[in-house]
Every structure is written in C-alpha cells, then in structure tokens.
C-alpha cells in the first residue's frame, strides 16, 4: 500500500490510522503466504528483534534493586495520583530503589520525577508508538524499544516489584501479565502492589465474586497482588520482599 493510501486508512474506530509501527508489521499477516517480502523480511526482522534483547540486557545489567511503577499516561500535575506517585516514587528511592517506567508523561512523569528528586537512578523504557511518545524530562536513562514483548521481557527481568497506580488498558496489560508470570511460576515472590483501593475495587470485587466463583481462578490467587492507598505500605510492602529474597540462597 502506499504511503499515500495508508495514511488515509481508517481503524476499527473510523479514525485516520495513523503511522505503521513495527510491532504491527510483525503481527500482520501476509495476505498471500508465498509472497517474497514476507520471506525476506522477517527473517531481517528477527535479527533486529534480538538486536533490542542486547541492547536492552547491556543497557539494564547494572540497575540493581529496582521497581517498576506503571499508570496512566494522561494523569495530569494537578492530579491526585499524579502526586501520590510521586511522593511513592521519591520514598521509594531514598530506600536505594531504583524507578523504572515506561518513560512517558502522566503517572510514569510522576514516578520518574520522584526518582529524580530522591537522588536515586530513574530510568524510562519507551516505546515506538503510532502516535509519538516522548520521553519525560526526569530520566536519567532511556532505552528506546520498537516491540512491546522485547519491553516486557525487560520490564520483568530488572524489577523486583510492580506498582500500578490508575491506568487504562496498557496499565492492566502490564499488571494481568505480572500476576500471570507470578501465578505461573515463571517469576518468584515479586510483589504486585495495586494504589488506589476506590480505582481497583470494582476490579477486585468481580474477580472475587465472578472469576474464582465460577473456577477461572483458585481463590489463593487473590493472594499474589497488595492493594493500599499509602506509600508508606508500598514501600513496606517491597523492603521486606527484597529482605526475603536475600534471605534466600543463591
């Protein structure tokens, strides 16, 4: 398609679509299997995709005791989770966490300008958007990522807590995919810390009453996430999961 026609392509919304990203070239199907793009383009593609593995394990290697704090990206300064990450964000980091977000503005601002104001590294994993996404001003680091599963495998792999404050879709992919990983034993005692307990409440609630109701989970996996209105409990809550973890053999 050309750049022209693709430009003024609608989605499933009827809004004009914008730029091609390169997580959607990878997930678009070819229309004929056989055609020769699709064999001589993926195969370039996986090489850039473990070409992002690397940058990211050379760039992230170093971090130490980090936690991640994911929200949303349209809280604004005014707001009252735009302040309470950032005060979580700041005690956090004069207990020597490093902060990791997604590196955009909102609640990840929030968090990395608490970082920044507690002396402590504060760092950003940005992402190619279809709509540009610029990297906030309080980040000390940032590693730019073109594929949303090469950020997650990082995300994971340097933070030992998850904070989610008030977020929409990608905030909710972020915090199931967590809870998943931990349910499945793929990750070990990384706490899940929820902020906000009148935002995730109805959440909460339906996965009580209807989701292990019905048997799609064992009541004990209510047990893998904290949920708590304060930043002191949050930081509670991460000191003594690092203190069990190097409590435990190597």
Not at 14 to 39: H, M
Not at 79 to 108: S, V
Not at 228 to 239: F, G, H, K
Request: glycine letters at 10%.
């Amino acid at each position: 398609m050309s750049k022209r026609s693709r430009s003024s392509a609608r989605d499933a919304l009827g809004r004009p679509r914008p730029s091609v990203t390169a997580d959607e070239q990878l997930f678009t199907s070819p229309v004929d299997p056989a055609a020769a793009a699709f064999t001589q383009t993926d195969p370039w593609r996986a090489l850039r995709i473990l070409g992002e593995f690397v940058e990211g394990f050379d760039e992230l290697a170093d971090v130490g005791a980090c936690v991640t704090i994911f929200g949303s990206a349209r809280a604004k300064p005014e707001d009252a989770t735009y302040e309470l990450a950032r005060q979580t964000a700041r005690l956090l980091g004069e207990q020597g966490f490093a902060i990791m977000t997604g590196a955009g503005p909102g609640i990840m601002e929030a968090a990395n300008r608490g970082a920044r104001e507690s002396g402590t590294l504060s760092i950003g994993l940005n992402i190619e958007l279809p709509l540009e996404q610029g990297a906030n001003e309080y980040l000390d680091r940032v590693v730019n990522f073109r594929y949303f599963f090469v950020r997650k495998t990082m995300l994971a792999k340097y933070s030992l807590a998850f904070v989610c404050f008030p977020g929409g879709f990608g905030t909710m992919d972020e915090m199931f995919e967590s809870l998943t990983l931990i349910q499945t034993g793929k990750i070990r005692d990384m706490p899940v810390v929820l902020v906000g307990s009148e935002y995730w409440g109805g959440l909460i609630d339906w996965l009580r009453e209807r989701v292990v109701r019905e048997g799609k989970i064992s009541p004990e996996d209510l047990g893998l996430y904290h949920l708590t209105d304060e930043p002191a409990e949050v930081v509670r809550i991460i000191s003594e999961a690092k203190a069990r973890m190097e409590a435990q053999p190597a």
